[in-house]
């Protein structure tokens, strides 16, 4: 059995595969009322959008998405929400040599193992060009929860990161790599460009925050606010880990080092320290939510590697076609819109059972 969906109170279903005609989302248990036109969601798709700039796939799509339902006057109805992507630009004939042979890295034999048969047309249903569909549906929720600001950005690449005393929150949209650290992206530039002409490709790291969630979001044991998020971030194509908080550094520091120490405050308390990255016990605790993802680097690459073919026997691959030298890049937006995704649907079970 296959899972296309994610969710509880507010879910969503993606469809379509990377060289279909299109793709997209259907939204259900969005509340009714909320003011949602096409122009609330096509920023963020933009942010996504291949092509936009030479470290990204050259693939030329437009990702003009439409409202087929869900949505009357100008507000949604309560009932699903059909988002959908026309694809514009395929070159099916890019992957002629993937339908003989495996690539290393990619999900193309997993899928033969599975299901005996695979869409091989830039991966099919395992292509990241699915992620326009939750970037899509991320849009939505993030209008679920208004007060709640998500941010995203990318914290390394190839294993160059960015110096946190240089941190900006405004340079992170006035460069192609989401970076707020203006001496690190000058670096990337060259490192992608690099890794792009040699035929090859280069991982990253991306970091996440949401503030304004309250506290009191999530549930112990089985519907924990982190674990929510570290399942739709590793549902993300070419994910390989993540981290909340402190993450793994955190196996590092006493006990009263890792403490998040409090003090009384107005209305609440103070927090002296995040290093649980605002969520205690599967549930938030009103603190910036903050998390970082690794991307591995991506798998469809000019350089030749060793492979099989359907057969069992041995040959290499290199892979044509327009692909990201750092998939992790238009990562970005992708694990914004599962962190909305997540909070919406959180938010909505909170008020479900707790009023």
């Not at 009714?32 to 700039?53: F, H, M, N, V, Y």
């Not at 395992?126 to 998500?150: D, K, Q």
């Not at 690190?184 to 949401?210: H, I, M, Q, T, Y």
């Not at 798998?299 to 060793?306: D, F, G, R, Y």
Request: with cysteine; proline share 6%; aromatic share 6%.
């Amino acid at each position: 059995m296959s899972y296309n969906s994610f969710g509880r109170v507010l879910r969503f279903s993606t469809w379509g595969e990377s060289h279909g005609p299109a793709i997209g989302a259907v939204v259900d248990g969005c509340p009714p009322g909320i003011a949602l036109a096409e122009e609330d969601i096509q920023p963020w798709l933009d942010k996504r959008r291949p092509g936009t700039s030479r470290f990204t796939t050259q693939r030329r799509e437009p990702d003009a998405v439409r409202i087929l339902s869900g949505v009357f006057d100008g507000r949604t109805t309560g009932t699903p929400i059909s988002l959908m992507i026309e694809n514009v630009d395929q070159r099916s004939k890019d992957y002629s040599e993937v339908a003989k042979a495996y690539r290393p890295g990619h999900a193309d034999y997993a899928y033969d193992a599975k299901y005996g048969f695979r869409d091989y047309r830039g991966g099919g249903r395992s292509s990241a060009r699915e992620t326009a569909s939750r970037v899509a549906a991320g849009a939505v929720a993030r209008l679920v929860i208004p007060g709640v600001r998500i941010r995203g950005w990318v914290e390394a690449i190839g294993g160059d990161a960015i110096d946190a005393a240089r941190f900006d929150d405004a340079a992170i949209d006035d460069n192609a790599f989401f970076c707020p650290d203006a001496e690190a992206a000058r670096r990337w530039e060259g490192a992608v460009d690099a890794a792009r002409k040699a035929g090859s490709s280069l991982g990253a790291v991306v970091a996440c925050e949401a503030t304004g969630v309250p506290a009191g979001w999530g549930a112990p044991l089985y519907a924990k606010l982190d674990s929510d998020l570290a399942a739709a971030m590793m549902s993300i194509n070419a994910v390989k880990g993540i981290e909340i908080g402190d993450g793994f550094a955190a196996a590092a520091l006493s006990g009263e080092a890792n403490a998040d120490p409090m003090r009384p405050g107005d209305g609440g308390p103070t927090f002296l320290a995040n290093h649980a990255g605002g969520i205690a016990g599967g549930i938030s605790t009103g603190q910036p939510i903050r998390l970082r993802v690794a991307f591995k680097p991506t798998s469809s690459i000019l350089t030749p590697v060793a492979t099989i073919d359907r057969d069992g026997a041995a040959t290499d691959i290199a892979t044509k076609g327009r692909h990201d030298p750092c998939v992790g890049i238009r990562g970005v937006p992708v694990v914004e819109a599962m962190m909305a995704l997540v909070l919406a649907d959180q938010m909505m079970l909170h008020r479900a059972q707790c009023g």
